[in-house]
Structures are given as structure tokens and as C-alpha cells.
């Protein structure tokens, strides 16, 4: 069965954050923790492979908490009364830089009138799902203490 194009992309981003920010690295083979006994095998191939324990933090850095959860709710504007609006930033400590993540939600990765179709061994037997607002797809800005600048797309669907 192959994978919709959506579901690489995400694996891809998911991938590159996990590989890209750490703040414990473990040098030792074997001792990393994986969710699955796939990944481990994989993450144990890397030759530089890190940890990351990202936190959530307001705009201007400052610790909030160690819940990542986000709520962007929708709030109402003289001009635009149907817009998300809400920011939420992380921070990740790697290789002893703090990258901190200014965020908002990628209205343009998924449509909303998106629609999951699943088949269940025949034609007969399909199953619909729309989606509903996309809040877990997250774009935005990667900044380090000394002003460097670049992008981020992060998926928080199921988890960080």
C-alpha cells in the first residue's frame, strides 16, 4: 500500500526535528529510548543522533511549562472574522544554543474540506472522515540567542 504524499511529508519533518535539536546527547550504542523497536533500530544506525526536551515558553523565551499542549482559539477582528489567531512558542536547548520556535498554524498544509476515504476490503465498504480545522500543523521561525534566523514546520498531531 503506498503512502499519500501528506503522510512522507510529515514523517520527514518529524524526522528532522528529532535529528536536528538535542540538549542530552548519549554516546553510548543502544541506550537510546524509542517507542517502537523500528525507530530504535533506525536511531541507533545515526551516527550523530540527539535528544531533545523542548518546553514551552512565551515570546520572549521565558519558561511557561513542560505541557506542550497548545489551544489556538479562534478569535474575532473587524476584518477577518473567521481567522485562527495565536502564537505558541517552544524552546529546544542544542548543542548548548536555546532555539526558541515562533509558531502558528499552516492553514495551507491540509485543506479543510479535506477528506479521509478508507476502504475496507472491497469497494462496498469505504469510510468517510472530514478533518475539521487543522491545528496541529504548525509553520513559522527557528531563532537562536544570537539573532540567527530560519524556518520551521513542525507536526504536533501526535505528540512533539
Not at 544506525?45 to 499542549?69: E, I, N, T, W, Y
Not at 465498504?125 to 491545528?135: D, I, S
Amino acid at each position: 500500500m503506498r503512502c499519500p504524499r501528506v503522510s512522507r511529508v510529515l514523517f520527514l519533518l518529524h524526522s528532522v526535528l528529532f535529528l536536528s535539536a538535542s540538549h542530552v546527547e548519549f554516546s553510548l550504542p543502544g541506550s537510546l529510548l524509542s517507542p517502537d523497536e523500528e525507530q530504535g533500530r533506525f536511531l541507533q544506525s545515526q551516527s550523530d543522533v540527539s535528544m531533545v526536551h523542548p518546553v514551552k515558553v512565551d515570546r520572549d523565551g521565558q519558561f511557561l511549562s513542560h505541557s506542550l499542549a497548545h489551544r489556538l482559539e479562534r478569535v474575532r477582528h473587524k476584518r477577518d472574522l473567521g481567522a485562527l489567531e495565536g502564537r505558541v512558542y517552544y524552546k529546544v536547548n542544542y548543542k548548548g544554543r536555546d532555539l526558541v520556535f515562533n509558531l502558528t498554524v499552516n492553514n495551507y498544509l491540509v485543506s479543510n474540506e479535506y477528506i479521509l476515504e478508507r476502504r475496507n476490503g472491497s469497494l462496498n465498504r469505504t469510510e468517510h472522515r472530514t478533518t475539521g480545522v487543522n491545528a496541529c500543523h504548525l509553520i513559522g521561525t527557528v531563532t537562536d540567542p544570537t539573532n540567527a534566523r530560519g524556518t520551521a514546520a513542525i507536526s504536533t498531531c501526535e505528540g512533539l
